[in-house]
């Protein structure tokens, strides 16, 4: 007991002493594994643009619902059926089909008016030829008439004056009728015609309406104009094309056949960068579904006119980019991410975009010096999404922290010369 209470105060004086080295080592520890050190390096620089966009077809054919929907007074239709997408058919082949029941009202109340029109025009013409064949055989009594009246005044030519001109009197009452029947005739064949030639294009009518019914009835089963790969429309919505989805006169079409050699990607990139890019500019094109496949582009469009995407304010631009090189995996509707190459610039200072801090609006780094570190302001140039230019500040070879020292956020910064772009005294910030 004596002995222990002799070294009790070395045992604790021990102890807190192993508890601060250990405390000293660990602490040493993490802030070196926070002192991620990256190079300046002087090196050939591009500044890029990266945005996703979508492969379409350069050139492709329409696969259309029917041509005559609003001919036949239909105005939307509704798709029934449809084959999987991305399904291989021949010309010919079944794609999809539309839903029959308005169309097959419209057939079944058109046939109920051919009928009834059929009818009418057998009416008039039963009608018309028996009111012409009653006419021709008024014709033909007052004609027979007429030879009885001519013969009676033959016959009185000995007879007296008064008799005489009796016969005359009766002969040209005779002739002046038959002239008059003549002319009856003549409106009412007239008239005749007319009806049969309105219940005749009434009929007509009706049989080329029903005509274009069962053409157009013909073409709800929709199928490929030729061979090749089956890839949905998008509707307003951005969503493609499914069953119950809607067809009309004004966007008839139901999918696409892609020229699959020529394909482009689509893509919107927003209004700050967009007025770096430029026609012609090269872009590296990569797959989400085949991460490893990567292929040549070349930007062909930049819209002049922005546009809103989705429920932000921000204003997007769309640009079109030509794939330049085939692949058989490449398919319309694929994912893409674009890498547009706007600038180069030779042999100039790089680092990490991760060593770049902000204070006080002043742009700054933390230099590492054997075991000293100092913030330094610094100018950059163009960046892209991993490096930014520095053009003043630092030098080939100096390394920089990715991540901020603890306790040096109050430091003093080596300020920019505005003139010399040379690093100046120590000044607090």
Do not use: H
Not at 28 to 33: H, M, N, S, T, V
Not at 57 to 65: P, R
Not at 116 to 130: M, Y
Not at 387 to 411: F, I, N
């Amino acid at each position: 007991m004596e002995i222990v209470k002799r070294y009790r105060w070395w045992i604790i004086a021990g102890t807190a002493g192993l508890v601060l080295a250990f405390t000293w080592f660990w602490s040493g520890d993490e802030q070196a594994a926070v002192e991620i050190v990256a190079e300046v390096k002087r090196t050939d620089f591009s500044s890029v643009v990266v945005s996703s966009g979508e492969l379409i077809a350069k050139n492709s054919e329409n696969i259309d619902g029917p041509e005559g929907l609003r001919q036949v007074g239909i105005w939307q239709v509704k798709i029934q059926d449809l084959i999987a997408e991305g399904t291989v058919v021949e010309e010919g082949e079944y794609v999809a089909a539309l839903d029959q029941t308005e169309i097959s009202g419209k057939i079944k109340d058109t046939g109920a008016e051919l009928e009834k029109a059929e009818s009418q025009f057998l009416q008039v013409k039963l009608d018309t030829t028996l009111t012409l064949r009653g006419a021709r055989d008024e014709i033909v009594n007052m004609e027979f008439s007429l030879k009885q009246k001519q013969l009676t005044l033959e016959q009185s030519r000995f007879e007296p004056p008064a008799i005489i001109r009796q016969a005359e009197l009766d002969l040209e009452k005779t002739q002046r009728d038959m002239i008059q029947i003549r002319e009856n005739y003549l409106v009412k064949k007239q008239q005749a015609e007319a009806k049969m030639a309105e219940a005749g294009a009434n009929l007509q009518q009706i049989k080329n309406k029903m005509d274009n019914l069962q053409r157009v009835f013909g073409e709800f089963t929709i199928k490929a104009p030729k061979a090749g790969m089956v890839i949905y429309m998008r509707e307003w919505g951005g969503q493609k094309k499914k069953v119950g989805s809607t067809i009309s006169p004004w966007d008839p079409a139901v999918a696409t056949l892609p020229d699959l050699r020529y394909m482009l990607s689509k893509t919107y990139v927003n209004e700050v960068d967009i007025r770096k890019l430029a026609t012609n500019q090269m872009v590296n094109i990569g797959l989400d579904a085949f991460p490893d496949l990567k292929l040549r582009g070349k930007v062909t469009q930049v819209a002049n006119v922005g546009e809103q995407k989705g429920n932000t304010d921000s204003k997007v631009f769309e640009v079109v980019i030509e794939v330049l090189e085939t692949d058989t995996n490449v398919r319309p509707g694929m994912t893409t991410s674009n890498r547009i190459y706007t600038k180069t610039i030779k042999d100039t200072l790089v680092m990490p975009l991760e060593a770049v801090f902000n204070q006080d609006s002043l742009t700054f780094v933390y230099r590492k010096s054997g075991l000293s570190i100092e913030k330094v302001q610094i100018a950059l140039g163009d960046a892209n999404e991993n490096e930014v230019v520095v053009t003043a500040g630092l030098k080939e070879g100096d390394k920089v922290l990715l991540s901020e020292p603890v306790g040096y956020k109050e430091k003093s910064f080596v300020l920019l010369d505005p003139k010399a772009s040379q690093p100046l005294a120590n000044v607090k910030p």
